[in-house]
DNA sequence: TAATACGTACAGAAATAACCGTACGCATTA
DNA sequence: TAATGCGTACGGTTATTTCTGTACGTATTA
């Protein structure tokens, strides 16, 4: 095996691992291998390199290269002189960890909360309604019990993902170098 | 709308949100409405029940299940007298919350980590290996740094989620009740 | 203004996953 | 030991997602 083989090989292997893992993230393993590509490369790629070098078509490295952008793991950058529009990985992993909650997890949350913070309403309503049987009266208190509950775990997280945001977790958990 | 529909809809509402973002835990929306059923009942329940309430297959429920198992989202419980296997919601949402990075994240970390390890002692070997070209001796260190910045960054993470296995991290974000 | 070239919507094809019904291994009961 | 009934592995089917090639809107250059 020659040295350049044995440097390719050794990327491959890192590039599967990430493709393999990146689903955590809510990614394709397809952009899983792009991320590795953009992590691997020295310089801002075009799509047409990024096609060239993965094999794939043109439309699927439009598509990966967006939901990359969409996660803030990957940006644009403009070079002087070039007509194509040239992306390069984000640099900073922590940065990037924690948007990925500020902008997946918050929005999942939010949503979770708005439904049950309609739920409670209506349950409220079903409660003060004189019609209502005392049956589901009970067992509409119960729900609300729960759904509370559950609307103060949602707090905790959202205080969670604001400390993620501000970065403040790194008072807590700091950015240490392993080798000092 | 009679009082028991009201009620039937507020929860299905909730049921619908959870199922649409149970996504990040990487579970089907299946998942995601059984996990929704069993929030809301008041008692365990057997794969039969789950079948009927959900008009699905057992099989599918079986599935489900142990996925949700898997997340430590859901417990078996032993009841006196019952042939058939019960299944409960986990209560302790946070310790859930916990669960899912220290089963699903961590793998992902140690895979990532192993093989950019592997990939650094292969690059070592490459820069020693005095038939290696200056060329390829160069892009070696230049991957190695990349990889042990990386490598830093997964020491971070896994300290994260070290806090959050030991719940230390309710030091930092604590659990407090909203109306106080 | 005309020509060129870029990135993406769109629709069909290929691959993947979700689901169901059957059948089986295993444990509990009689 | 025989009989009953549980949960799950397996294979086929359906549904969803992923990918490709074509075609188009838009922007830049001449």
Redesign the pocket.
């Known amino acids: 095996m020659n040295d350049i083989e044995t440097l390719e090989r050794s990327r491959t292997m890192v590039i599967d691992a990430i493709a393999q893992n990146i689903d955590l993230y809510g990614?394709?393993?397809?952009?899983g291998?792009l991320y590795g590509l953009l992590f691997y490369s020295n310089k801002p790629l075009?799509?047409?390199e990024m096609?060239e070098e993965?094999?794939?078509?043109?439309?699927?490295?439009?598509?990966?290269?967006?939901s990359l952008?969409d996660l803030n793991m990957v940006e644009k950058v403009w070079v002087k002189?070039e007509?194509?529009?040239?992306?390069s990985i984000k640099e900073d992993w922590y940065e990037c960890f924690f948007d990925f909650f500020t902008i997946k997890w918050r929005i999942a949350i939010t949503m979770n909360n708005s439904a049950m913070e309609k739920s409670i309403a209506k349950l409220q309503q079903l409660i003060d309604d004189p019609q209502t049987s005392d049956k589901i009266r009970e067992q509409a208190l119960i729900d609300i019990k729960k759904l509370e509950e559950r609307l103060e775990y949602y707090d905790w997280q959202n205080r969670l993902i604001d400390s993620f945001e501000t970065k403040e977790i790194l008072n807590f958990i700091p950015i240490e170098k392993k080798k000092d």
Chains 1, 2 share one sequence.
């Open positions: 990614l394709t393993p397809s952009a291998r075009t799509l047409d096609k993965l094999g794939m078509s043109k439309t699927s490295m439009s598509v990966s290269v967006r952008l002189g007509r194509k529009d040239l992306y």
